[in-house]
């Protein structure tokens, strides 16, 4: 019997699986097949690497009268192989089982399937394990569930209902730009999930549009995020000749346009970060003029902030909005009054 190890060959070519392997895991799935057709008790298998040729040898024990086809053989045929053996030995027979050719073959198939699907897996974590909390464009490819389903190259993504963005219309085979949130490799699959609401991915866009965001000499300190709706980021230059400020916005706006648009027209204000809590504080509430600030607690972590009343709902923003993503952004409590 002989295995076609071309076949083999064509399949760690196009597939990546060694024939190594393949030939192992034949052998296990042929043996286990065997077995169940042929019940012997001591029993191997192998496959010839240079010629494919399938080798199966069975521990026989020599009787005078058999009993156990399997794991027995009579004087008289053990000494057509052996003539000097004698009843009570133990020896190692070459069988050829008829009809083992057509279980070989379908057992074969069955094995070179569910290595095809596993190199399939292992190659596309290869490719997406070292992309957790990076961003990634995708196509939508269909809806879960509650869940959207994302097509990445090799690989498809999970976008949850949890993050997604509120104002997104996701459409079929629309692409969007992703969060990669995890990769992990499972039993049947290589499970990726997605994020479009995640503070991060405006971080990771805003690298992709700045070379001095990527090297770290612009650094984005703090993130508060409204998605779909707001977004406040705080930044600082760690070299002097750098405008952290310029280096967000970009020559006539174009990096934060870049940024708005890949998020659908989402707001973004870039302000500069300050050790100083009062000048933070009054920077976050922008594009609102704050009179002065009052640190109340320090430990704590709470303030008060006087603006004119014509900036007071400003100041506060619709629902609230720009006076607590400013909280988040300083992580102060910023108590707003009318400054009289």
Known sequence: MKIDLHVLEQLE???????????????????????????????????????????????????????????????????????????????????DPKNFGRIAALTAKQVWQQKIKEAERNAVYEEFKDRVFGVISGKILRQEGKNWIVQLGRGEGILPQKETVYQDRYAINERYVFYVLSVK??????????????????????????????????????????????????????????????????????????????????????????????????????????KRVEILDQAKKESRVYVDKSQLSLAIGKDAQNVRLAHKLTGYKIDIKIEE
């Open 185 to 290: 490799k499972l039993k049947k699959d290589v499970e990726i999930i997605l994020s479009r609401s995640h503070p991060n991915l405006v971080k990771r866009l805003f690298e992709l549009e700045s070379a001095e965001i990527r090297s770290g000499v612009v650094e984005i300190v703090s993130i508060a995020r409204d998605p779909g709706s707001r977004t406040k980021i705080a930044v600082l230059s760690r070299d002097a000749y750098v405008d952290p400020l310029g280096v967000c916005l970009g020559l006539r706006n174009s990096r934060i346009q870049n940024v708005t648009r890949e998020l659908r027209g989402e707001k973004i204000d870039v302000i500069l970060y300050n050790p100083e809590p009062k000048i933070y504080i009054a920077s976050a509430l922008a594009p609102a003029k704050v």
């Open 13 to 95: 070519k196009e597939k990546g699986v060694s024939l190594s392997a393949m030939i192992s895991a034949l052998e296990s799935a042929l043996l286990a097949s065997y077995k169940k057709y042929y019940p012997s008790k001591n029993v191997t298998l192998k496959i010839v690497p240079d010629s494919g040729l399938l080798e199966i040898v069975v521990k026989k024990t020599v009787v005078d009268k058999v009993n156990n086809i399997f794991d027995e053989i009579s004087l008289t045929q053990a000494r057509e192989i052996y003539p000097d053996v004698s009843i009570g030995d133990t020896i190692e027979v070459q069988v």
